[in-house]
């Protein structure tokens, strides 16, 4: 059973940092995508970023690029997710997710973990 367990949510002000990390099992960690979707207040679920851990290609959306940076331990079967200068924006419920078909958006995730709070006040 593949099991995505999300930790490192919190409450920060803006311009601070927080660390997300998302402990996978129960599939070869090794072969699939992971990477982290959030889902603000009244809006849809958005892709953040992403890994492919076979090749190792990382993906950003456009609002993170240069704030946030995607990672993983193998030998933890662990993904990160380091954030950095935060914005009131970035407020969300983080979700780990996996993809076997190597995506990156909300309707190409294939199995999803519970979530974290992140609140940047401003």
């Known amino acids: 059973e593949v099991q995505l367990v999300e930790s490192g949510g919190g409450l920060v002000q803006a311009g601070e940092s927080l660390r997300l990390s998302c402990a996978a099992s129960g599939f070869s960690f090794g072969e699939y995508t992971l990477g982290w979707i959030r889902q603000a207040p009244g809006k849809g679920r958005e892709g953040v970023s992403c890994?492919?851990?076979?090749?190792?290609?990382?993906y950003y959306t456009d609002s993170v690029k240069g704030r946030f940076t995607i990672s993983r331990d193998n030998a933890k079967n662990t993904v990160y997710l380091r954030m950095n200068s935060l914005k009131a924006e970035d407020t969300a419920d983080y979700y780990c997710a996996l993809s076997y078909g190597d995506s990156c958006v909300s309707s190409g995730m294939d199995n999803w973990g519970k979530g974290t709070l992140v609140t940047v006040s401003s």
């Open positions: 890994i492919s851990t076979p090749s190792g290609r990382k």
